[in-house]
């Protein structure tokens, strides 16, 4: 609902621009004159939905600025997520230990050109970050290839994202 300034001011103008167009000389001048006067008539009139279209633009710029910061984090967490560690050596207890928490399912040991999964069947044991090799047959396959021939890949446990 407009103001009665607002109001007032529109209706002056609207009477200015029907004034010109019935009574004016110039036929170029009149048509311009009362089709400004007109305009400003409208946007006198309309000041409230136009303030309130401003706002809500500006409203939408913040958000969708926040909305593409939040996409860049998450595009560069995205970008750590799958880890390729490079086993130089095991550790005193037959452990290797990885850099991140890894998510279970994902582990995947390359020995050279076989790949092995960190579970009982295999002669490997999980426990967080730390795989110990449990039988005595793959810890003899795992220590001629070090340094550099053992590859653990992983996706890695990433904290959730807080939306604000």
Known sequence: MSDPVGTFFGI?????ALFVIFFGRDLK???????????LAMIVLMRDRITELVVSYNEFKV??????SRLDE?????ETLMIA????????D????????????????IVGPFTHFPREGYGYRMEGRRIFVTDPKTLGMLKPRLPGG?????LRKVKPLIVK
């Open 150 to 154: 053992v590859t653990v890949e992983y």
């Open 63 to 68: 958000t969708l600025a926040h909305v593409e």
């Open 12 to 16: 002056i103008f609207i009477l200015v």
């Open 85 to 92: 560690q490079q086993i130089n050596k095991l550790d005193l």
């Open 94 to 109: 037959d452990s290797i230990l990885l850099d991140y928490e890894p998510v279970p399912q994902s582990v995947r040991i």
């Open 74 to 78: 998450i595009a560069s967490a995205i």
């Open 29 to 39: 001048l009149r048509s311009f004159v009362g089709v400004s006067f007109g305009i």
